[in-house]
């Protein structure tokens, strides 16, 4: 089974800076395209970041774009979120996916095959 399993989060001020870890298992990892989502109390799910097996495909929400960062670690079986300028509206609990086909984009929940536990990321302001 896939096991998923994120870490780094906190509270920090905003426009501070967090890095999050994802460590993944039971997959074939640098085949599957790997993303991040991020939900907030009282609202959907919402797609983060994704990244393509060797790096070079990256997709990032316009929300984000510019300030985060998303990477990957074939070696370590790790996929990682650096997240710069930190704004209160993205406090959320973020969550590493692999999606249902290795081929595809986890570009939103239903494309999603396997999710993380979350980690929640604090922004005061």
């Known amino acids: 089974q896939v096991q998923l399993v994120e870490s780094g989060g906190g509270l920090v001020q905003a426009g501070g800076s967090l890095r999050l870890s994802c460590a993944a298992s039971g997959l074939t990892f640098r085949t599957y395209i790997m993303g991040w989502f991020r939900q907030a109390p009282g609202k959907e799910r919402e797609f983060v970041a994704a990244?393509?097996?060797?790096?070079?495909?990256?997709v990032y929400a316009d929300s984000v774009k510019g300030r985060f960062t998303i990477s990957r670690d074939n070696a370590k079986n790790q996929v990682y979120l650096q997240m710069n300028s930190l704004k209160p509206e993205d406090t959320a609990v973020y969550f590493c996916?692999?999606?249902?086909?290795?081929?595809?984009?986890?570009?939103?929940?239903?494309?999603?095959?396997?999710w993380g536990q979350g980690t929640q990321v604090t922004v005061s302001s």
């Open positions: 990244i393509g097996w060797n790096s070079i495909l990256t």
């Open positions: 996916a692999a999606p249902h086909v290795q081929t595809t984009i986890p570009r939103s929940p239903p494309m999603v095959g396997s």
